[in-house]
């Protein structure tokens, strides 16, 4: 493991968050399962975190925490701003007109014939 320089660890010198593995394993996933949505991962990073997390839960889960605090902060200064807004308008509205595009029933080129 890794800790990057935003102090966020990452598994096996992957992009692949520690909380990501975390998080799969206490859904239920095994490590061949997570290994098999990430496989950037090597399945034995992933029994040495889930090793590692099995041994010291609550300094983990503490982390954990904390990375997801500094993360919803971090998402509602940025959704806040006047430029993310103007941004996600200009997204819904292409949406919007791609959605009205395919909706329209398109023309059968044998009815005008």
Do not use: W
């Amino acid at each position: 493991m890794t800790i990057d320089r935003d102090g966020v660890i990452r598994v096996g010198g992957t992009r692949v968050r520690l909380a990501t593995v975390i998080l799969a394993f206490n859904e239920g996933c095994t490590p061949e399962d997570i290994v098999s949505q990430y496989p950037a991962l090597r399945l034995a990073d992933v029994y040495a975190v889930i090793a590692y997390y099995l041994n010291d839960r609550v300094e983990i889960d503490d982390y954990i925490a904390q990375r997801t605090k500094i993360a919803s902060t971090l998402r509602q200064e940025i959704e806040a701003t006047s430029d993310y807004q103007q941004f996600r308008e200009r997204l819904l509205e292409r949406h919007r007109t791609q959605h009205q595009q395919s909706s329209v029933p398109s023309k059968d080129v044998s009815e005008t014939e």
